[in-house]
């Protein structure tokens, strides 16, 4: 758009402005993003189930990162045990995730990352995904 400046005698020429908004959180692009779980591993040397997880990008458009995998409705027997944090600007607060990758993701590509659960109940674990880009989980 253009901008003008008046200060009630003289006008500035016009001047062209572009912004960029950033939005004050992370966006939920679960939309546009496959997710492929593999199979649980129990790893005996650490006491804990590891699960391979790849997220492909569907979209047309690149996926501004960093992304991040949210892990909704953890069933209450198991702990993400390499969490980075948990969500508090994006709703549902308070579900773990882990950051899958520091850069956007192309149309097409690929990335994976490796969960490792703690459940000393050894019970099943489930859990809804949540596909996070951008700052502010």
Do not use: E
Request: aromatic share 8%; charged share 10%.
């Amino acid at each position: 758009f253009t901008f003008t400046a008046n200060n009630g005698f003289l006008s500035s020429p016009a001047v062209a402005v572009s912004l960029t908004i950033t939005p004050a959180h992370a966006m939920d692009v679960s939309g546009q993003v496959s997710v492929l779980r593999g199979d649980f591993r129990y790893r005996r040397a650490t006491n804990t189930f590891a699960q391979l997880v790849t997220l492909t990008n569907t979209s047309t458009a690149s996926l501004a990162g960093p992304l991040a995998l949210a892990l909704d409705q953890l069933s209450l027997n198991a702990r993400l045990a390499n969490a980075s944090g948990t969500t508090v600007a994006t709703l549902p607060a308070g579900s773990p995730f882990v950051t899958v990758s520091s850069s956007s993701l192309a149309p097409g590509a690929s990335v994976s990352v490796l969960l490792s659960f703690s459940d000393l109940n050894f019970r099943r674990i489930t859990y809804a995904t949540r596909i996070l880009s951008g700052n502010g989980n």
